[in-house]
């Protein structure tokens, strides 16, 4: 779906070692699967059901998500940074596709 | 029968009283068999103690649609010592399951904040399992005022 559009919050430089706060947020309608449409019947759940941060290849953070996480979900964490690299971040739908997103950070 | 002022306060005051109590009693058996079972595959056979982690979640949610809440544990999160996941559970959703956090040494500190629908007034609870695999849970109790699920 080519409205998820991810939004991301890294700082731009850090010092060596230190924790840094990343923000994430995807605009998404996280269809619950509980919702009835006007004539009744259950709309199918569409929700993302995973979400994961990575740090030059390393797990960093990462999220099973149920249905009942909010629309557009919001993602708030803590990562360390021993060396200049890039963060990859990957949303995956329930039909499968994945949104992916790129942060770099440089250490000073 | 006309009430003064007096016995009109006294009488909603009691009534208030009432209602804080039902509360209290109906909480106190909120655990549903879901969210134990869910806890218990989550502990994998540990029993969860109180102490270290921090569920933080408003008292009073207006909208059920959009809760914030984040979990704290305390853990150096050095590669010998640090927490594997936090599960978040909401007692009173038609599903209890809200998110599980996996965090590793390289997250630095084991903190998470997200947002989550509520159907109704309810316990929110979180499970942090460490690496060495002990268990520890805390709960909050979050009122509402419009339910998120089902809307």
Same mark, same amino acid.
């Given at each position: 779906?080519?409205?998820?559009?991810?939004?991301?919050?890294?700082?731009?430089?850090?010092?060596?070692?230190?924790?840094?706060?990343?923000?994430?947020?995807?605009?998404?309608?996280?269809?619950?699967?509980?919702?009835?449409?006007?004539?009744?019947?259950?709309?199918?759940?569409?929700?993302?059901?995973?979400?994961?941060?990575?740090?030059?290849?390393?797990?960093?953070?990462?999220?099973?998500?149920?249905?009942?996480?909010?629309?557009?979900?919001?993602?708030?964490?803590?990562?360390?940074?021993?060396?200049?690299?890039?963060?990859?971040?990957?949303?995956?739908?329930?039909?499968?596709?994945?949104?992916?997103?790129?942060?770099?950070?440089?250490?000073? | 029968?006309?009430?003064?002022?007096?016995?009109?306060?006294?009488?909603?005051?009691?009534?208030?009283?009432?209602?804080?109590?039902?509360?209290?009693?109906?909480?106190?058996?909120?655990?549903?068999?879901?969210?134990?079972?869910?806890?218990?595959?989550?502990?994998?056979?540990?029993?969860?103690?109180?102490?270290?982690?921090?569920?933080?979640?408003?008292?009073?949610?207006?909208?059920?649609?959009?809760?914030?809440? =984040?979990?704290?544990?305390?853990?150096?999160?050095?590669?010998?010592?640090?927490?594997?996941?936090?599960?978040?559970?909401?007692?009173?959703?038609?599903?209890?399951?809200?998110?599980?956090?996996?965090?590793?040494?390289?997250?630095?500190?084991?903190?998470?904040?997200?947002?989550?629908?509520?159907?109704?007034?309810?316990?929110?609870?979180?499970?942090?399992?460490? =690496?060495?695999? =002990?268990?520890?849970?805390?709960?909050?109790?979050?009122?509402?005022?419009?339910?998120?699920?089902?809307?």
């Amino acid at each position: 779906m080519a409205t998820s559009k991810p939004r991301v919050k890294v700082p731009k430089t850090a010092s060596a070692g230190e924790v840094i706060t990343i923000k994430t947020l995807i605009s998404h309608e996280m269809e619950s699967g509980q919702r009835k449409d006007k004539q009744g019947n259950p709309i199918p759940r569409k929700i993302i059901n995973k979400f994961s941060c990575e740090f030059n290849g390393m797990p960093v953070f990462s999220c099973d998500i149920d249905p009942a996480i909010s629309a557009n979900p919001y993602f708030e964490f803590n990562a360390k940074v021993p060396q200049s690299g890039t963060f990859k971040f990957a949303w995956v739908d329930d039909d499968g596709s994945i949104y992916a997103h790129e942060e770099a950070i440089e250490v000073k | 029968m006309i009430l003064t002022r007096r016995q009109a306060l006294v009488l909603s005051a009691g009534a208030a009283a009432f209602a804080l109590t039902g509360l209290r009693v109906g909480s106190a058996h909120a655990n549903s068999d879901k969210t134990q079972k869910a806890i218990a595959e989550f502990a994998g056979g540990k029993t969860p103690q109180s102490g270290k982690i921090t569920l933080t979640a408003p008292e009073i949610a207006e909208n059920g649609n959009t809760v914030p809440v =984040s979990v704290a544990v305390d853990s150096p999160m050095t590669e010998g010592s640090y927490v594997r996941s936090v599960m978040l559970l909401a007692d009173g959703n038609p599903n209890p399951g809200v998110a599980t956090f996996n965090f590793t040494p390289m997250s630095g500190s084991a903190a998470a904040t997200t947002r989550m629908r509520l159907a109704k007034t309810q316990n929110v609870i979180a499970v942090a399992k460490m =690496s060495d695999g =002990s268990v520890y849970m805390d709960e909050k109790q979050v009122k509402v005022t419009i339910g998120g699920c089902g809307g």
